[in-house]
């Protein structure tokens, strides 16, 4: 008896499945490869000769970027190896072991009994871009990639941690990928299978199932979406080897070569298959419940807004002098400081910064909390509860398969940690309206003479007032294996600091910059969820009521953490 998925070898049955895939979000599928930043500079120079490359000492002289994953040709591409792995996480879900290990192959390369799977993932190579490269950073239209930078924030000072400034190579919304997959001797099923795994990337982005490519999933990138239209199923027999055959050119090889015989099949258009005809028959499995809370965010800045792009084609840093326009004094200037937008020019705040701003001040939480309780504690002491993720001695352990999460801090346990998931996913912030640029004068105090010191006059643009809007969820795992309640207690104290704008955003929080306040609202109306939205919001809730039963257990937890840490510890060490 064949196996689900797999016909009998005769007759066989060979199929092309072909889809189209447009990146929706910043997309980051590395290939271990870090490249100059003065190199990339220097190519923005020769298409803007305002550009200036940096001098030795700055720090874009000697700094690398990451890069992403490229063809012979310089663009970017999925390769098959991922695409495959995320397709079968998601057919894991949806369908038995057997159907799953027939088309994509057994997992346990050990086993005597492994085989190969019936699917062959060739590498998706890029189609078309339909980005103008206008609001990406450091655009390359020769390789249709930007890049972008993120720092992280020491935790004593609560400013940029030194050297700790990273770029990485983004492939921009708007760009298409071909995928194309070869199914051999396989069944309806099977086929099906396919079809629905690749159907999975029209659905809703904030299911927990939904495929993602590459890295910061957890922050809003590497999703893409089907294009309507381009999903077809062709069969592979005897008329497409004809049509091949005749298609080659004679004498072979001429000018232009002859086409693949994938290539002339798929130009063809014959032997389709209606994807719609395809039975999925009874192999497949409803994927298993998972509790997640989802909330939707709007931020309302009181003032000033300011993520800065650094971009030398945006702002002055980078530029030789300014240019004169006609006029006495009349100079087009771009400001030193420019605001990071949106392909379509709206204010943004990346899912990479909000969460560095949410994760900071659960570790100060958590830190806050352990005092009440044991005011003695050294700085050694709280990093055991909340780690110090820019300290190399006290930044949690990578974990390891076999490893429990306990031995992670507490704020590691609920943001993820190198071997560990996050549990917290955020959205890019965005606004909903084009952003209005504005721009402030800045100048530096000589502290000898208390005038204004010579040449450290600056200006930064900003957004004023803007209100963004994205989305946090929390997910909670499945009956068989729930999340801790006090990730629901940790992430309340957090979002709550938020509401009442205690948390700030961007560049320049100590010259008045980024100070918001936010409205949440549930996007999946749990009654939970709109507990936890109203509990934040003000409203009264009894003791016994959620979230204070999720506070209660927050506290447990750190102080069965407490109990590790000797009492004497703070006297032993002559304090902090």
């Known amino acids: 008896m064949s196996a689900p998925g797999v016909d009998k070898p005769e007759p066989a ?104 799977g019936s699917a062959c993932f060739c590498d998706a190579f890029f189609l078309a871009c339909e980005a103008n490269g206008r609001n990406t950073p450091f655009w390359s239209p020769s390789r249709c990639t930007g890049i972008e930078a993120s720092t992280a924030i020491d935790r004593r000072t609560r400013t940029v941690a030194a050297r700790m400034l990273y770029h990485e190579e983004i492939v921009p919304p708007g760009v298409r990928f071909r995928v194309v997959v070869r199914a051999e001797r396989m069944r309806d099923d099977g086929i099906a299978l396919i079809r629905d795994a690749l159907l999975a990337f029209t659905g809703d982005p904030l299911d927990q199932l939904h495929p993602r490519l590459g890295a910061g999933r957890s922050c809003g990138r590497g999703l893409l979406k089907l294009l309507p239209g381009t999903l077809r199923i062709q069969r592979l027999d005897a008329d497409a080897l004809r049509h091949w055959l005749n298609a080659i050119p004679t004498p072979h090889g001429v000018a232009g070569g002859s086409p693949t015989f994938f290539e002339s099949i798929i130009a063809s258009g014959k032997g389709l298959i209606d994807p719609k005809s395809l039975d999925a028959g009874h192999s497949r499995t409803a994927p298993p419940a998972r509790a997640s809370l989802v909330l939707g965010v709007s931020l309302a800045f009181s003032g000033q807004f300011l993520v800065n792009n650094t971009d030398p084609r945006q702002n002055h840093n980078g530029r030789r002098s300014p240019k004169q326009t006609g006029g006495v004094g009349a100079y087009e200037k771009k400001p030193d400081h420019t605001p990071l937008l949106s392909p379509d020019g709206h204010a943004l705040l990346p899912g990479k910064s909000d969460k560095g701003v949410l994760r900071s001040q659960a570790e100060r939480i958590i830190r806050t909390i352990a005092l009440s309780h044991r005011p003695n504690l050294t700085d050694d002491d709280l990093k055991q509860l909340a780690c110090w993720p820019t300290d190399p001695l006290w930044r949690c352990p990578a974990l390891r398969a076999c490893e429990s999460s306990s031995r992670l801090c507490l704020s590691c346990q609920l943001f993820g940690a190198a071997g560990w998931p996050t549990k917290v996913h955020l959205t890019p912030f965005v606004a909903d309206k084009p952003a209005k640029l504005a721009r402030q004068e800045f100048i530096a105090i000589d502290r000898f003479t208390g005038g204004g010191a010579d040449g450290l006059k600056f200006d930064a643009g900003y957004v004023y007032q803007p209100v963004l809007h994205g989305v946090v969820t929390l997910h909670l795992g499945s009956p068989s294996a729930p999340s801790p309640e006090w990730f629901v207690g940790l992430l309340a104290l957090v979002l709550r600091d938020l509401v009442e704008g205690d948390l700030t955003f961007g560049y320049g929080a100590a010259k008045g910059y980024g100070a918001c306040t936010a409205t949440l609202r549930p996007i999946v109306k749990s009654e939970r969820a709109i507990e936890f939205v109203a509990a934040l919001h003000g409203a009264a809730l009894g003791a016994d009521q959620f979230p204070n039963t999720s506070l209660s257990a927050l506290r447990n937890e750190i102080q069965l953490r407490l109990k590790s840490i000797p009492n004497g510890s703070a006297a032993a060490s002559g304090g902090s």
């Open 13 to 116: 049955v060979r199929c092309v499945v072909i889809a189209d895939l447009c990146t929706v979000a910043g997309l980051h599928i590395g290939d271990g490869g870090r490249l100059l930043m003065r190199d990339r500079i220097g190519e923005l120079a020769k298409l803007d000769r305002e550009i200036e490359l940096p001098s030795q000492g700055d720090p874009n002289f000697e700094s690398e970027y990451s890069t992403v994953a490229t063809a012979h040709d310089g663009k970017p591409y999925l390769p098959g190896k991922g695409l495959k792995g995320n397709l079968r996480a998601w057919a894991r879900e949806h369908a038995d072991r057997e159907l799953v290990e027939a088309v994509f192959g057994n997992e346990d390369q050990v086993d005597a009994a492994a085989r190969a």
